[in-house]
């Protein structure tokens, strides 16, 4: 077991390595100069100058490659172009917002996508199957932006039952002060004991919420589906109908316990997905977390924010998988023998 982890945890190492060589060089070949967004586009020739040496701009591009990775392992991901800031800093104080949108997301795709595949597979061609799949479809296809427009539109301009953006309502913020321990509205606000924030931020948490989820219901359901499907013509479930039970425990007790590894791998993977997903999203409710934060970069050519920000997404698709792979071994020895 312990080399089976420690080969796994190799093998995401390179992938990081990778992922952040890459994306430096890109960034590094995209049109425009990041000493001029340092110094301003009104600097001198002689402030630009300085601003590339400043940054290092005027190495060699293997050099500068060198001194990012042995910063990173240092826990320096350098200064942001945009902010003046430390990059590790900044994403630190938006990935909170972020990971409350996402976690939540994902809680909620699995409590709605296990029991909506349960169904699909019980009722086979009939009319439930048929509506999961068509929800499955439209969960999978459907761009974030529309998605969230319609609830936007549907939901606050037409009935006025939920908040169109932010974390929560800033005029109750006011007069109900939060104290910041987790930077997560929602779970400071229970631990203050905060029930106004509480209530504010739920509301204003739904709707982006269930846009990020719908991807990952719609892939969670559609492989619930699969799996039990493809389970049901093996020998054990063969033996349990001979037995004589029935066909909600075949389904709920036997059938539903074969889809454990595929949907943890599944998870793992749209968690990874949802996060770097939520660009759109953040930028349509106005979410002050890693989108938002990627996205100005962008615009800025924040080069060592643009590369931060992967670096993180790199390393929690390389930390979902690994958690994934272990626990499968867990589950199935035989895995670790692959």
Do not use: C
């Not at 109750?172 to 987790?182: E, G, I, M, R, S």
């Amino acid at each position: 077991m312990r080399a089976y982890i420690l080969k796994r945890i190799g093998l995401g190492l390179v992938v990081v390595l990778g992922v952040v060589l890459v994306t430096f060089v890109i960034a590094r070949l995209v049109p425009g100069d990041p000493a001029v967004a340092w110094v301003g586009l009104h600097a001198t020739p002689r402030e630009i100058q300085q601003a590339r040496h400043t940054l290092g701009l005027d190495r060699p591009l293997y050099a500068q490659i060198v001194t990012y990775v042995k910063g990173v392992a240092s826990g320096n991901w350098g200064t942001s172009i945009h902010t003046k800031r430390p990059v590790l800093s900044d994403i630190g104080s938006r990935a909170a917002a972020s990971l409350e949108l996402v976690v939540t997301a994902m809680l909620l795709a699995l409590a709605l996508g296990i029991p909506l595949g349960l169904v699909s597979a019980r009722w086979h061609g009939r009319l439930p199957d048929l509506l999961v799949r068509l929800g499955a479809v439209v969960g999978v296809s459907m761009p974030t932006f529309w998605m969230a427009m319609i609830l936007q539109l549907v939901f606050f301009q037409r009935l006025g039952l939920l908040p169109v953006a932010g974390e929560y309502d800033p005029s109750v913020a006011y007069l109900n002060p939060l104290v910041l321990y987790t930077h997560v509205p929602v779970i400071d606000a229970l631990l203050n004991g905060n029930w106004p924030m509480l209530q504010s931020s739920l509301t204003h948490l739904v709707m982006p919420a269930v846009v990020v989820a719908a991807y990952p219901m719609a892939v969670i359901a559609r492989m619930v589906r699969a799996s039990i499907l493809d389970s049901l013509g093996e020998d054990h479930i063969r033996m349990v109908r001979a037995l004589g039970f029935s066909e909600r425990a075949v389904f709920g007790r036997f059938a539903l316990k074969s889809t454990l590894n595929p949907v943890l791998a599944v998870t793992a993977l749209v968690f990874a997905y949802s996060l770097a997903s939520t660009f759109l999203v953040e930028a349509i409710f106005d979410w002050p977390g890693l989108g938002m934060y990627a996205a100005d970069s962008i615009r800025s050519l924040d080069t060592p924010a643009i590369i931060g920000v992967t670096l993180l997404v790199a390393l929690v698709y390389v930390g979902s998988n690994l958690i994934v792979d272990i626990a499968q071994a867990i589950i199935d020895p035989r895995i670790r023998l692959n």
